[in-house]
């Protein structure tokens, strides 16, 4: 009888591949490199050179258990522990949204128009409302050393996990957090030059079509709007309008479903110019943004 062919890497991630593409993950190789990435404790590229070593006993129980709960629907990254958002680490637990590609036009967005912002002799003033992870918060904060971040969300759980990546990225000066209800936390004044947001969006329609491994997984408060999906964004609006310096820029990410009603949310909203929109790489209406007459 010939001997067992011995569980080496390449021969686990070929496996595991395979076992996920049954199990309906959308990019299983990817997911069997990043799990065992993690259980190795060592850079995904790493594993492309270590193809015919052995990982050991313990790694490959401990590999098992991380396929076995992938292959249940638990995102990736969750089960690792962290994201990449905007070419930086981000910790990420079940508190909080896993952050997703499309968010990154939001930064981008709001340091577009930073750059055309007038000059003053204090920071740039931004709040990021309804943060979780605080992403948005902490690019920001890394590519506008002179501004300063209000971080908001409801959830303290969530703020928890925003304060980690605060932290982690060395933003702590320039990024404050705040548990509070959108922006009913502050006077109806003009106090800031950005309200970013990456709101609830979706729709109870919408949410029933998620794909499973979000379902039951990521936060439903922090995906589920409203039964038409636009409610968060009708309060925001006029909360934004009464807080922003004139001039100052209103930045929210959207669905693309939402885009004409968002539309005139602005429009009704009078102290805001005509709204402008940026789409993703899909080519979908993604970012929303109008500058506060």
């Known amino acids: 009888m010939p001997p067992t062919e011995p569980w080496t890497i390449g021969r686990l991630l070929q496996w595991t591949s395979e076992y996920l593409r049954k199990h309906g993950s959308a990019s299983p190789?990817?997911?069997?490199?990043?799990?065992?990435?993690?259980?190795?404790?060592?850079?995904?590229i790493q594993l492309y050179t270590s193809f015919d070593e052995d990982p050991g006993d313990d790694a490959r129980t401990a590999f098992r258990e991380l396929v076995r709960r992938r292959a249940t629907g638990?995102?990736?990254?969750?089960?690792?522990?962290?994201?990449?958002?905007?070419s930086?680490?981000?910790?990420?637990?079940?508190?909080?949204?896993?952050?997703?590609p499309e968010t990154e036009f939001v930064v981008i967005s709001v340091l577009d128009a930073a750059r055309e912002y007038p000059v003053t002799d204090r920071p740039l003033r931004i709040v990021d409302v309804g943060t979780g992870s605080g992403v948005i918060a902490v690019c920001l904060a890394r590519h506008l050393p002179d501004?300063?971040?209000?971080?908001?969300?409801?959830?303290?759980?969530?703020?928890?996990?925003?304060?980690?990546?605060?932290?982690a990225h060395a933003v702590e000066a320039q990024v404050d957090c705040l548990t509070g209800d959108l922006l009913l936390g502050f006077p109806e004044a003009p106090v800031f030059d950005f309200v970013v947001s990456n709101p609830p969006y979706v729709s109870?329609?919408?949410?029933?079509?998620?794909?499973?491994?979000?379902?039951?997984?990521?936060?439903?408060?922090?995906?589920?709007?409203?039964?038409?999906?636009?409610?968060?964004?009708?309060?925001?609006?006029p909360q934004a309008a009464a807080r922003l310096v004139p001039g100052g820029w209103f930045v929210?990410?959207?669905s693309p479903m939402l885009e004409e009603r968002v539309r005139e949310l602005l429009a009704a909203e009078t102290r805001?110019?005509?709204a402008m929109t940026r789409k993703d790489l899909a080519g979908l209406t993604r970012v929303i943004s109008a500058r506060r007459l």
């Open 29 to 44: 190789r990817l997911d069997a490199e990043v799990l065992l990435a993690e259980t190795l404790k060592k850079p995904r």
């Open 74 to 86: 638990e995102p990736v990254a969750y089960l690792v522990g962290q994201r990449e958002f905007f």
């Open 88 to 100: 930086l680490p981000f910790a990420v637990t079940p508190a909080v949204l896993i952050p997703r």
């Open 272 to 274: 805001f110019a005509a």
């Open 204 to 237: 109870e329609r919408e949410l029933a079509d998620v794909a499973p491994e979000v379902k039951g997984h990521e936060p439903r408060e922090a995906l589920l709007a409203g039964p038409r999906g636009d409610e968060v964004i009708q309060r925001l609006v």
């Open 147 to 167: 501004c300063h971040v209000t971080a908001v969300d409801i959830s303290p759980a969530a703020l928890d996990v925003a304060r980690r990546n605060i932290a």
């Open 252 to 254: 929210c990410e959207i």
